[in-house]
């Protein structure tokens, strides 16, 4: 087992079908104790339904976009688990006219909004941590991403230009945080049917199109997305820091 004594927060989790399930899912079966976030839009209740699979774990309501919230959160899992080894950010936001529409017409709030919540949330949960003094030495940071900050996709819209933002993000923080001996890393996972990605139009075409075109021809799963997250969040990637690790079935290397 990969992370065994090894504490995670898995930032992100709205649902089963969510890819922070899958991740928490391998995390726990590779032997780490795993910590949860919620963002406002859940019900606390509901989440601990589903989280409550997981052995010992805990719940705690975050909103990734104000640090208020993210450092009462983060402190009440300083005072309760103590430090821990590793932070999954699965968070991401856009508001659904803004993936309706063409880009073009992306207002300045909406623009903002979207950069704010999947970008800016990992620049100051990072930080945050940080001052709380909640990572161990060598923790390890993940955060996800999508194929939509390299290449225009249809309906992807401002998301690909958070996504943008975000990964550039990971390799800046990845400077400062490597004086520390800590890591951030970035999965640009494959698309998956998943409440956020409801919002993304003809976001079925998409599926079809990666199972026809990519190397491996299928899906990703969670899961897989989740396992390669372990492995950024052990020691067996210690060498690994600021990187955007494809996790897509073989879909982005192919030409055409
Ligand atoms: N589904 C895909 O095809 C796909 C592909 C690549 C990357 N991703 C990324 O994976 C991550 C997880 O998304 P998912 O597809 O599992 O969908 P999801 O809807 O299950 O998860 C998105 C999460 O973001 C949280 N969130 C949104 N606004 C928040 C806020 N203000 N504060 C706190 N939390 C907030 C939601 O509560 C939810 O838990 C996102 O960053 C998404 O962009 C998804």
Redesign the pocket.
């Known amino acids: 087992m990969i992370l065994s004594g090894k504490k995670v927060v898995i930032m ?4 089963k ?4 399930w899958g991740a928490a899912q391998s995390a726990y079966e590779q032997g780490a104790e795993v910590i949860f976030t ?5 019900k606390i209740e509901k989440i601990k339904e589903l989280t409550d699979e997981i052995p010992n774990s805990k719940v705690y309501a ?4 104000s640090d208020e919230s993210i450092k009462e959160c983060l402190q009440q899992i300083k005072e309760n688990h103590g430090k821990v080894d590793g932070i999954l950010h ?4 856009a508001n659904t006219q803004d993936l309706r529409n063409d880009f073009i017409l992306t207002s300045r709030d909406g623009y903002a909004h979207a950069c704010d ?2 970008a800016y949330s990992l620049v100051a949960a990072v930080r945050i941590a940080k001052e709380l003094d909640l990572l161990n030495p060598g923790a390890s940071i993940v955060s ?3 194929y939509g900050s390299e290449k225009a996709i249809e309906g992807y819209n401002v998301m690909g230009v958070a996504k943008a933002a975000l990964e550039s993000s990971i390799r800046y923080l990845a400077k400062d945080i490597g004086k520390d001996g800590m890591r951030v890393n970035g999965i640009s ?1 494959g ?2 049917k ?4 409801k919002g993304i139009k003809d976001f079925n075409t998409i599926l079809d199109i990666v199972e026809e075109k990519a190397a491996l021809h299928q899906n990703v799963t969670p899961r897989q997305v989740g396992d390669a997250t372990s492995f950024l969040f052990s020691n067996l990637s210690s060498g690994i820091t600021g990187e955007i690790i494809h996790v897509d079935n073989g879909f982005s290397i192919i030409g055409v």
């Not at 992100?12 to 649902?15: A, L, W, Y």
């Not at 079908?17 to 922070?20: D, E, F, L, P, R």
């Open positions: 992100g989790i709205r649902n079908w969510s890819i922070a919620c963002g406002s839009m859940e975050c909103d990734a976009s699965a968070i991401a936001h919540v999947s996800y991403t999508y996972a698309p998956i998943t409440l956020s990605a």
